[in-house]
Each structure stands twice: as C-alpha cells, then as structure tokens.
Nanobody
Framework: VQLQASGGGVVQARGYLRLSCAAS????????MGWFRQAPGKVHEFVAA????????SYADSVKGRFTISRDKAKNTVYLQMNNLKLEDTAVYYC??????????????????RGQGTQVTVSS
C-alpha cells in the first residue's frame, strides 16, 4: 500500500494550496482517509478525515471553515484544499488510512497506513 502526498510549497499568509494524496495497493472502500500535520518539535496533529465510501467528513477546530477534504474515487486520490492559510499552518502534511471497523480516529498511531509527507510553509 502506498499513500503519496504532494502539492506542498511556500505560500503567503491568506493564500491557498491544494494537497493531493494518491492511494494505491488495495481497495479503500471500508477506510477512513485522514490528513495529519507535524510542526517542528510537535506530535502529529489531526487535520481532517473523510470516509472513502460515504464521503462523511470531520475537521479539527483549527481548520474548520478554511480547509476542505474531498476524494475522487476514479483517481483513487484524496485532496485537502487549504484556504486562508495562517502562519501556524506551517508543517509537514501527511495522509493516512484507517479501517473503519476501528471507528473514526484522530490518533495518528491508530491509522493502518501512513504515507510520507509534503512540506507546507506559510510566510508573512
């Protein structure tokens, strides 16, 4: 299984970016797809999640109203649209997948598959 995140970069505050997570190696129909981030010296922080089949979503309070998670089943890709970016959004962003049988989780360590990250830097 591979989860490949891309789309990071350097953006000014109040700008936007769209991250992509290309998923391969298995069927994710019974999975929850999540985005996490890790700032220097901090633990992985939950950002957003989406149920692959039903499309239900969940967001961290810190990004609610600014970020939108979505998925394209035909492309096996999950997206994170990030608008109105703030300095505190600077982090490495990761995508991950968790079997829904375990329930909706915001704990990075509970996710079954975890991909490599993409750096997002927000400048003033």
């Amino acid at each position: 299984v591979q989860l490949q995140a891309s789309g990071g970069g350097v953006v000014q505050a109040r700008g936007y970016l769209r991250l992509s997570c290309a998923a391969s190696g298995r069927t994710f129909s019974n999975y929850l797809m999540g985005w996490f981030r890790q700032a220097p010296g901090k633990v992985h922080e939950f950002v957003a999640a989406i149920s692959w089949s039903a499309g239900g979503t969940s967001y961290a309070d810190s990004v609610k109203g600014r970020f939108t998670i979505s998925r394209d089943k035909a492309k096996n890709t999950v997206y994170l649209q990030m608008n109105n970016l703030k300095l505190e959004d600077t982090a490495v962003y990761y995508c991950a997948a968790e079997n829904l049988a375990a329930g909706w989780s915001r704990d990075w360590n509970r996710y079954d598959y975890r991909g490599q990250g993409t750096q997002v830097t927000v400048s003033s």
